[in-house]
């Protein structure tokens, strides 16, 4: 079991989820985060912290959003540990409402 990051954080890329996460379990992308699905505890301390509502535990995962179950796992291998927050994106707040942004995921 794990969390997993979903659509909400690309071009978003908040990271007050970061900074509760006791094991150090965020990976760090140009536009998104993603949650290594090995380090998750499943201790939910990031999912009030999201302000966009992108985190969720993959039972939860609305139908919609599944894949990222996948896309954590895959880009969590490539991509950076980040253990510390710092500042979302400059444009976040303008990308907070978008639904619809997968294909801006830059992977």
Known sequence: MTHVVT?????????E????CPVDAFREGVNML????????DCALCVPECPVDAI??????????SDFLETNARLAKRWPLIARGKG???DAE????????????EE
Do not use: G
Request: charged residues 25%.
């Open 94 to 105: 303008l990308w907070a409402a978008v639904a619809h942004k997968r294909n801006l995921l």
């Open 7 to 15: 659509e909400s954080c690309i071009r978003c890329k908040y990271t």
């Open 56 to 65: 969720f535990f993959d039972d939860d995962l609305p139908a919609d959003q």
């Open 88 to 90: 979302a994106l400059p």
């Open 34 to 41: 993603a949650i290594d699905p090995d380090d998750c505890i």
């Open 17 to 20: 989820c970061v900074n509760v």
